[in-house]
């Protein structure tokens, strides 16, 4: 989009990473950001948050879990506000691995949320961008995907799902005019994590949020990104761990 994202989407208006990427972008040249939450009513402060860095701010009832509901939803943004330039899916759940691996409704729910719902809107707003010509999606997946492990694996596969959609996704759109941010963060430090001890080269929301930012704004071509980058270098050597001693690393 290089500075010129006019309506951002943020799918899942009480993240705060998606509230620190919307406060970025506000501050650029975005003219109105859209929040889509399950209780759109209950979003005032985020809504202000955004305000006050610059944009117009508009909220709308969100629920990821119901695919039903997702293109209706992408059609009254896309009637109200004329077009989506820059959608950020930013929902999801962690669970609780320990409950799903004996509670198999909650190991499906954790996979509904975290690949299968995403899956389902990412490949919906794929055709809204495409017939608008252009636009940028950016997909959060996670190094938990990059090579699963026992620690957290009902989350952690749900995520090297995503990673392989979103990867796929992005040669797909290839030469329409619409782009694919795929972000990569290790442990990040926030309300999600809360109460549960941080892993070595972990990220603030903040950080994450200016990680994407920086690559929605390069505005060339599809982008992996990972947070921190030296993640990047550290996964190639994890990735050649033997199974013996993968199986006992920590979340």
């Known amino acids: 989009m290089g500075g010129s994202e006019r309506t951002v989407l943020v799918l899942g208006g009480r993240s705060e990473i998606g509230l620190e990427v919307a406060e970025r972008l506000a501050a650029g040249d975005t003219d109105t950001v859209v929040l889509a939450a399950r209780r759109p009513g209950?979003?005032?402060?985020?809504?202000?948050?955004?305000?006050?860095?610059?944009?117009?701010?508009d909220t709308v009832a969100?629920?990821?879990?119901?695919?039903?509901?997702?293109?209706?939803?992408?059609?009254?943004?896309?009637?109200?506000?004329?077009?989506?330039?820059?959608?950020?899916?930013a929902f999801g759940i962690l669970g609780d691995q320990a409950r799903a691996e004996t509670d198999a409704a909650h190991a499906a729910a954790?996979?509904?949320?975290?690949?299968l719902a995403q899956v389902h809107l990412l490949t919906e707003l794929a055709q809204v961008l495409r017939a608008q010509g252009s636009g940028?999606?950016?997909?959060?997946?996670?190094?938990?995907?990059?090579?699963?492990?026992?620690?957290?694996?009902?989350?952690?596969s749900a995520k090297a799902g995503l990673d392989g959609f979103a990867s796929g996704l992005?040669?797909?759109?290839?030469?329409?005019?619409?782009?694919?941010?795929?972000?990569?963060?290790?442990?990040?430090v926030g309300r999600m994590t809360e109460g549960m001890s941080p892993a070595p080269l972990s990220s603030t929301p903040a950080q994450v949020a200016d990680a994407t930012v920086r690559a929605v704004r390069r505005g060339r071509g599809?982008?992996?990104?990972?947070?921190p980058g030296t993640l990047r270098l550290l996964f190639l050597?994890?990735?050649?761990?033997?199974?013996?001693?993968?199986?006992?690393?920590p979340r």
Do not use: K
């Open 222 to 227: 599809n982008a992996d990104v990972w947070v």
């Open 42 to 57: 209950a979003l005032t402060a985020e809504a202000a948050r955004v305000r006050a860095a610059g944009a117009a701010v």
């Open 136 to 156: 940028t999606l950016v997909v959060y997946s996670s190094v938990a995907g990059v090579r699963v492990r026992r620690a957290n694996y009902v989350y952690g």
């Open 110 to 115: 954790i996979v509904h949320t975290d690949y």
């Open 237 to 249: 050597g994890l990735r050649l761990l033997p199974r013996a001693v993968w199986r006992r690393m």
């Open 170 to 188: 992005a040669d797909a759109l290839h030469g329409t005019g619409v782009r694919l941010v795929l972000i990569r963060p290790g442990f990040v």
């Open 62 to 89: 969100f629920d990821a879990d119901d695919l039903a509901g997702h293109r209706p939803l992408l059609d009254d943004v896309t009637a109200r506000h004329g077009r989506i330039d820059v959608a950020v899916v």
